[in-house]
Every structure is written in structure tokens, then in C-alpha cells.
């Protein structure tokens, strides 16, 4: 069954699913006539909510740029890649790469969102040069991975409301990870996603006549750049010198022991990137190493620097016009404390396809949200990761955060979203029972 409708799913997906930017520039022009129509604002104010937000995410723009660059600096490492090596090695058939590259990719991703996608794509190529298997499902199994990121140990969202001086301490004060990505209604979703993922994918592996296959020539990746023993020039000492980056890499893993166990202190984005910046300064062993490998991570962030402020502009729009406030209560409004974390979740995957921020849509929805909440007697805890959890779960269906991975891959949207559409179908209805019945 799931082979059949992956295949009309596919051929659904490259017909009609345009490049990623043109993707945005259309969700712009809804959300812009969305805000007319159905708000009953005036056009040029639409225009000058657009071009005044457009910036406005510079900051967590950064942030989520960093995410992606840390993870990859550290994933391109010779100890990591040649653990994915060894990891590869274990696939042994068309099937059983599939099901390993969706683990690799949801334990990777539960760690760190950046982290997951990077590994999962660089296991994905790992695999096809060892195994004869469908490319596109197989880089489709490593971005599926994906979907279980806000409910990890990065997800921005109870990563937010767990930090001292969030926007919204003055209403539900810290929540701790232990109610949020620790919660046993959380690592059920987790499990049952571990579980779904990697058989879902199996299930949609293509018949020999209708799968595609690459050359494992052209997916050979340059090896890090060597010292050059003619080089003698000082600057050239200092690129290629271990002792540089072990002295300035160690200082960073001395502060992290101090930060993680001495103070006892909790995760947040900032800590994140400084982890695996310093992970990834020790294990490349020199700075031109490191900077070599900062060059390949930045051309898979291409689409990323250019898109965000694009999805700022339509965050903007959402916002300013009372649209995402207007969907979040109408969904509010057919809920009672039972449901609300459900009809949260759905809206919030509705919102994720206009504003794929985790940190951007929890400010547009948690004022309605956690006021729906304590009006109701619901669990805010709960609330608040079905928030994150609809934002996890329409990338299944929104391109955006794919771009990283096709940039290493070598592939477009389209090639991969038709199999990613049926996980979108099979995962919202995990999420879903989890937030509501677990």
C-alpha cells in the first residue's frame, strides 16, 4: 500500500512542487492576500508590514544559520565520517539501508537539529556509495529523520520557556525540559516516531523498475585540505598549526565542563553552536581544516541566508495583520482542555508552512495559546510542545529546512518531498494521539 501511494505521491510532487524560493515568494502573496481578504487590511499596509519585518529575525536567523554550521563542521570531522563509514558498512541491502540511514538520522536529529540533518545527508551519500538503492528515498529517509526535532534536546521552543527571562516568564515562568522534552507524553511520541519512520520508508522502497539510482563516482567528497611542507610562511604554520586549535579548542571544552557540571546549567541555543564549535575545532585538529570544511557547510546554508527574510516578511504579515492570531483562536475556539493541545498542534502546523521558526511562531502563538490554556485548565507544559510539534511536523510538507540536505546531496525538492508527504501523513497522526491520549 505504502509503495503505491508513494509512487502517485512522487509523480504528484515533481509535477507540481516549484524551487524552494519560488515556494516562498508564493506563500508571501497568500499570506499578503490572506491578510486583505480575511483581516480587511489595506494593501500598502500589508506592504509595509512585509518590508518592516523583513529583518526582523536577523538574530535568530544567526542562530539557526550556526546551528547548521556547527553541525556540519563537527559532522565532517575523520572521526565522525569515518564512524558513518563503519555505520554504512551494517546496511547490507537496498531495505536495510533505508531503515539505517532513517535511525542514524533520528537519533542525530533528537540531539541537535542541524546536527541531524547534516549527518543524515552525509550517512545518505555514505550509503549510496556502498549500496545499490533508490537515491531519492534514501536522502527522503535522511531528511525524514527531521520531524523529530522539537521534540529533542534542541528544539527552540522548551528550550525557550525553560530559559530564565523568556517573553513570556511574567505568565507561565521557567518549564523546566523535565515537563516538556522529558515528559512522558513527549518520549512517547519519540519512540513511536523511532519506531513509524524507519518502517514507513521501508515500506515505500520502489520496485527495481521504478527506482533511481547514482553513480557512487559523483558522490566523492574532497578530502580536508593538508598541510603544504613547501608553504614556510609564518601565516601558513599558524592555519596548519594543532597546537592552535588544540589551545583554543580545549579553553572552549574546559568552559563547557564548567557550564554543563559545575553550574549544573541547562541547554539553550547559544550553548549548542558552542558545543559543537569546540567539538568540531578539537576534532579537525587545525584551524585550515576547520575553516575548509566552514566553506562546504556555508554553500549548504545558501538557501537559508537568502529565504529567511523572506519568511520574516511573512511572519510580519501574520502577525501585524491579526492573521496567525485569527487562526490560532478559531482553532482555541472549538477546543476544550482535552483538546486543545490537538487543535494546537494542527493549527500550528498550518502556521509552521508561513513562518518555519520554531522560535518565530511560538512568539505568534503563545500569547493565544498559554491565555487559551490557563482560561481552559489546560497543561501548559503540553500546550507548549504541541506548538513545537506542529512546527516539527509540516517540514514533512514546507521545503525550507530540506535545502541543507538536497545543497549535500546533490537533488531538488521535488525529488524527495513526494515520499515526505506520506510521513507527514503517518507522523500527524502519532503526534497527534500522543498529545492527546498519552
Known sequence: ?????????????????????????????????????????????????????????????????????????????????????????????????IVLVSVVSLAASWINWGFGLVVGAL??????????????????????GFIIWHGGLAGSIPLTIATEGHFSADQIGIVPTSDTIFAAFNLAIVVALFIAVPLVNRLMLPDEKDSIYVDPAKLATAEPERADSDDRRPAA??????????????????????????????LNLNVINFTFLFLAIVLHRTPRRLLASLDEAIRGGAGIVIQFPFYAGIMAIMMDSGLAASLSEWFVSISTAATLPLWTFISAGIVNIFIPSGGGQWAVQSPIVIASAQALGADIPRV??????????TNMLQPFWALPVLAIAGLKAKDIMGFCLIQLFVSGIIIGVGLSLV
Open 1 to 97: 500500500m505504502f509503495k503505491l501511494l508513494s509512487r502517485g505521491s512522487v509523480k504528484l510532487v515533481e509535477r507540481y512542487l516549484p524551487d524552494p524560493y519560488i515556494f516562498v515568494v508564493l506563500l508571501t502573496l497568500v499570506a499578503a492576500a490572506a491578510a486583505i481578504v480575511f483581516e480587511g487590511r489595506a494593501p500598502m499596509d500589508v506592504v509595509r508590514w512585509w518590508g518592516n519585518g523583513f529583518w526582523g529575525l536577523l538574530t535568530f536567523a544567526m542562530q539557526m544559520l550556526l546551528v547548521l554550521l556547527t553541525g556540519y563542521m563537527l559532522a565532517s570531522t575523520p572521526l565522525v565520517k569515518k564512524l558513518l563509514s563503519r555505520l554504512a558498512g551494517l546496511s547490507g541491502s537496498a531495505g536495510g539501508a
Open 123 to 144: 550517512f545518505a551519500k555514505e550509503i549510496a556509495r556502498q549500496i545499490r538503492v533508490d537515491y531519492r528515498l534514501l536522502v527522503a529517509s535522511a531528511y525524514s
Open 237 to 266: 604554520r599558524l592555519e596548519n598549526s594543532t597546537v592552535l586549535a588544540m589551545l583554543i579548542g580545549f579553553a572552549g571544552l574546559a568552559y563547557l565542563f564548567d557550564y554543563y557540571v559545575i553550574r549544573g546549567a541547562s
Open 384 to 393: 507548549a510542545m504541541a506548538v513545537a510539534w506542529g512546527d516539527a511536523w
